[in-house]
C-alpha cells in the first residue's frame, strides 16, 4: 500500500524522481481455462480500466521500469517482457485530469495544469507473460480493483488503452512464431493438446493439432515425459515439459514455427 506522503511527494515533486514526458504502459497476459487474460486496474473512485503502467525513475533503466510496474501487479519478479510499440498522441490523455486530480484529493493537493502529471506523456509499450495461477493482482494506494479480463470481454477502457491492447496481442500473434511462447503462460508440466489449445486461443484460429505437434516437437524446445495425465478412463496423455537450455537458445536467435 503506497503511503500518503510518498503520493503526496510524487504529485509535488514527481517530475525530480521520474522522467518528464516518458511513461510505460504494460499489458500483462496470462491464460486460463482456453482463455487469453489481461490484468487490469481501475483507479479509486473511476468506473473504466487501465493496463498496467508507471512512470520511470531517473535511477533505473527502461526494462527495470517495466519489470517493477509488472512485479507491482503480479507480485511475481523477472517475468517475461517484451517492448512492442510506442505510443505518442497529444490527444491520448485527455481525460487524465480525471484519475490526477481525483489523487490530488487523497492528499489534499490541487494539481493545476502546469503539474508534471498533466503533460503530454509517450508510452513505451510493453507486454508481459505469466502464468495466471502464480499471480495475485495487486494495485497501489489509489488503486481500486485489480484483476483478470477475457481478451474478447474487456470493460470501458481510460485513454487510448484498448489500442495498446489491441496492438499488443498483434505483436505477440507475430512473435508466436518466432519466439518460443508457452513457458510463461502454461504451468511446468502440460499435454500437447494443451499447447496446441494456448496456440490456437492466442492466434484466433484452428490449428491442425497433430502437424503442429510434429513442428513443436520438431524445434526441441519441449520434451516428453514418462508421466501421464489421467483425465477419465482410456484418457491418460503423456505429459510434456519446456526444454529450457533449448528454450533460452530459441528465444536468443529466435526460431521458425510454420503454423
Known sequence: ????????????????HYLRNVSIDNVIFGYHKK??????????GLSKWTVSGGYIKRTETIEEAASRIAMERTGLKDLYLNQFKVFGNPDRTNDASIPIKLTGELVNVKIDKGNWMLDY???????????????????EFYTEEC??????????LMFDHQLIIEEALKALRLHIYNYPIGYELLPSKFTLPEIT??????????LDDR?????????????????????GPH?????????????????KNRMVLAI
Not at 500500500?1 to 525530480?16: A, K, V
Not at 482463455?35 to 479509486?44: D, S
Request: aromatic share 12%.
Open 121 to 139: 506523456f509517450v508510452t513505451l509499450g510493453f507486454y508481459t507473460l505469466t502464468e495466471f495461477d502464480l499471480v495475485r493482482p495487486c494495485g
Open 35 to 44: 482463455e487469453l487474460k489481461v490484468l487490469l486496474q481501475r483507479p479509486q
Open 211 to 231: 502437424n503442429f505437434s510434429k513442428k513443436l516437437l520438431a524445434t526441441g524446445i519441449i520434451m516428453k515425459l514418462i508421466e501421464r495425465k489421467y483425465i
Open 147 to 156: 484483476q483478470w479480463w477475457d481478451i474478447h470481454n474487456l470493460p470501458s
Open 197 to 206: 489449445s494456448l496456440y490456437e486461443t492466442i492466434l484466433g484460429k484452428k
Open 235 to 251: 484418457r491418460s496423455p503423456f505429459l510434456y515439459v519446456f526444454n529450457k537450455i533449448n528454450y533460452e537458445e530459441a528465444l
Open 1 to 16: 500500500m503506497l503511503d500518503l506522503e510518498i503520493l503526496r511527494d510524487e504529485i509535488l515533486n514527481g517530475h525530480i
